[in-house]
């Protein structure tokens, strides 16, 4: 069983930066795929970021390739979602999510998720 806390949204101007932090309790971390997925207005959670349980191994929806960076600290049961060059289209609710010794893009591949955290990016 993981649990899972996402903290360090807020609100921003476009072209900001935020770095989104997720807490996980459990003593196997190093053994769960990270991802981020974000939820717009009216709209389904998409995935945005993974990083494997395996090799570290990075992912990156084509929206945020080259603005956002996913890393982990197995030590501190971390992940974190460096976000630079915000825009508007990027506001939505945060989550973070965990598998179990698998790696996915799919959202229907998570076992586990937070609660989100809110990032609003204006204009």
């Known amino acids: 069983q993981v649990q899972l806390a996402e903290s360090g949204g807020g609100a921003v101007q476009a072209g900001g930066s935020l770095r989104l932090s997720c807490a996980a309790s459990?003593?196997?971390?190093?053994?769960?795929?990270m991802g981020w997925f974000r939820q717009g207005p009216g709209k389904e959670r998409e995935f945005v970021a993974a990083?494997?349980?395996?090799?570290?191994?990075?992912y990156y929806a084509d929206s945020v390739k080259g603005r956002f960076t996913i890393s982990r600290d197995n030590a501190r049961n971390r992940v974190y979602l460096q976000m630079n060059s915000l825009k508007p289209e990027d506001t939505a609710v945060y989550y973070c999510a965990a598998v179990f010794r698998s790696t996915t893009m799919s959202r229907r591949g998570y076992d586990y998720w937070g609660q989100g955290t809110q990032v609003t990016v204006s204009s």
């Open positions: 459990g003593r196997t971390f190093s053994s769960y795929t």
């Open positions: 990083i494997s349980w395996s090799d570290s191994y990075t």
